[in-house]
């Protein structure tokens, strides 16, 4: 999963890399986007302040779910992974 992932945004990075290039070549700045779309930096910094704003407690909410469940999860995942593996015969016992 990783491993798609970091494919994934590298790929990203590219073609922003690229079509980034091509719109500065072509004299397009990130001002005047922003001006054509009717907002301002001060509105879009609003914009992020706000967006944080609502997912930070949410997210803490969230971990307070998941985060105990996976740790029970993961401790007894573990253990019953290592009981299971201590009674395995070895080869040589096998033949």
Do not use: C, Q, Y
């Not at 609003?46 to 401790?75: C, E, K, S, T, Y």
């Amino acid at each position: 999963m990783f491993n798609r992932l970091t494919r994934t945004l590298v790929k990203v990075l590219i073609a922003s890399l690229i079509v980034g290039t091509i719109l500065a070549h072509f004299g397009i700045t990130t001002d005047e986007l922003i001006k054509t779309a009717g907002l301002s930096p001060d509105h879009i910094g609003d914009l992020v302040r706000a967006g944080f704003a609502w997912a930070l407690p949410n997210l803490a909410l969230g971990a307070l779910a998941i985060v105990p469940v996976w740790f029970v999860l993961f401790v007894f995942g573990r253990r019953a992974r290592a009981g299971t593996d201590r009674f395995t015969p070895p080869l040589s016992a096998v033949r």
